[in-house]
């Protein structure tokens, strides 16, 4: 996975920061949205989060595992 990729949710995500269901679950599952960033380094040194893939939505952005995307060809 690159940035720019086209993804897709695959797997059951809930979330309670998206915009437009604010403080209510919302179930992530089949969205779409591009990948923003893959995080391996934080100031020049490698790091190992545990959600390391930035997906944009529009103007709201996500932080997935990469198991948890499926890339739109």
Not at 7 to 26: C, D, L, M, W
Not at 29 to 57: C, D, H, M, R
């Amino acid at each position: 996975m690159q940035p720019g990729d086209r993804v897709r949710v695959q797997q059951s995500v809930v979330v309670f920061t998206h915009p437009e269901h604010r403080g209510q679950a919302f179930d992530m599952k089949g969205q779409e949205g591009e990948i923003n960033t893959v995080l391996v380094e934080w100031k020049g040194k490698p790091i190992s989060p545990t959600l390391p893939v930035i997906v944009a939505f529009g103007r709201y952005k996500a932080h997935f595992r990469s198991d948890e995307l499926e890339v739109i060809a």
